[in-house]
């Protein structure tokens, strides 16, 4: 069992998931519709697009205090 770095509470295993036609990606901003996300300052690309299925990863979440924990997949 993982405890939250926040608040010590367990964390839940699960997964983060997307629209069905989207991808995650990180970023210092979260870039307009009208920008190419790969150009913002930051960017890591999390999960790839995956036309016509959901894209997730697994993650761990503390229900106290909403602290969401993922893990990069690279």
């Known amino acids: 069992m993982e405890c939250c770095s926040v608040c010590g509470n367990e964390l839940e295993?699960?997964?983060l998931f997307s629209t069905k036609d989207?991808?995650?990606s990180f970023a210092d901003e979260v870039?307009?519709?009208l920008e190419n996300?790969?150009?913002a300052p930051g960017?890591?690309?999390v999960?790839?697009?995956r036309i016509g299925?959901?894209?997730s990863v697994p993650a761990e979440m503390c229900r106290k205090c909403g602290t969401l924990l993922?893990?990069?997949q690279q």
């Open 13 to 15: 295993k699960g997964y």
């Open 37 to 39: 996300a790969r150009k």
């Open 70 to 72: 993922i893990r990069c």
């Open 53 to 55: 299925g959901r894209a």
């Open 43 to 45: 960017f890591t690309e």
């Open 31 to 33: 870039p307009s519709a």
């Open 47 to 49: 999960t790839s697009l």
């Open 22 to 24: 989207g991808a995650f």
